[in-house]
């Protein structure tokens, strides 16, 4: 990180959503505002700017946090995903924008890009720790507590989650059958 001539602002490298960029940034912007602001992704929403609603949602280094709480400065070199990373022209939707379409998860849509960012970042923390995770009904609701939904849209997004966290699990189950049947048995 370089530090310009004025103490307020230094020049950052970001990689969001597999581009990289080069940013004049001055220190007291936040990464929601980063985002939405300077690089035009405004599908993370500022709801609440406090980090209390999670429409701001998004991953850093995998890991979902809320945007709004930090500041772009402090994460020179980061890998950042927003909702428009999840999905791309050649592979489609991701998986849990299908399952939100599929069950019809939302209302105003608002909160959805927070929501799904979140959803997102809950199965790869069940995917690292799969012993810990609960991803049943209550477990899921829980997990995804911190992302509201002013439209009470809750019991059909933890169905979306579930569907997904369903189809990986199974996934996961037919490639451990496959390489146990590939096993040679002396
Ligand atoms: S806008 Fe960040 S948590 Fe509400
Ligand atoms: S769908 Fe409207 S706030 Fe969640």
Redesign the pocket.
């Known amino acids: 990180m370089e530090h310009s001539t004025q103490e307020t602002r230094s020049r950052i490298g970001l990689h969001v959503n597999g581009r990289s960029y080069e940013l004049d940034v001055d220190h007291r912007v936040t990464l929601?505002d980063l985002l939405r602001e300077h690089l035009g992704l405004t599908g993370?929403?500022?709801?609440?700017?406090?980090?209390?609603?999670?429409?701001?949602?998004v991953l850093v280094e995998g890991r979902r946090v809320?945007?709004?709480?930090l500041l772009a400065v402090a994460h020179d070199g980061s890998r950042v995903t927003t909702v428009e990373g999840l999905g791309d022209d050649t592979q489609g939707l991701h998986p849990l924008q299908e399952a939100f379409l599929e069950r019809d998860a939302y209302q105003c849509g608002y909160c959805t890009p927070?929501q799904l960012c979140s959803a997102v970042g809950l199965l790869a923390e069940a995917a690292a720790d799969p012993g810990a995770a609960d991803l049943g009904r209550a477990g899921i609701a829980e997990a995804m507590s911190?992302n509201?939904c002013r439209c009470g849209a809750y019991p059909r997004i933890v169905d979306a989650v579930r569907d997904v966290a369903a189809a990986s699990a199974s996934a996961a189950t037919a490639a451990a059958d496959a390489a146990g049947a590939g096993r040679v048995v002396a």
């Open positions: 929601l993370a929403k500022k709801g609440c700017d406090h980090g209390q609603c999670g429409a701001c949602t809320n945007s709004c709480l927070g911190g509201l």
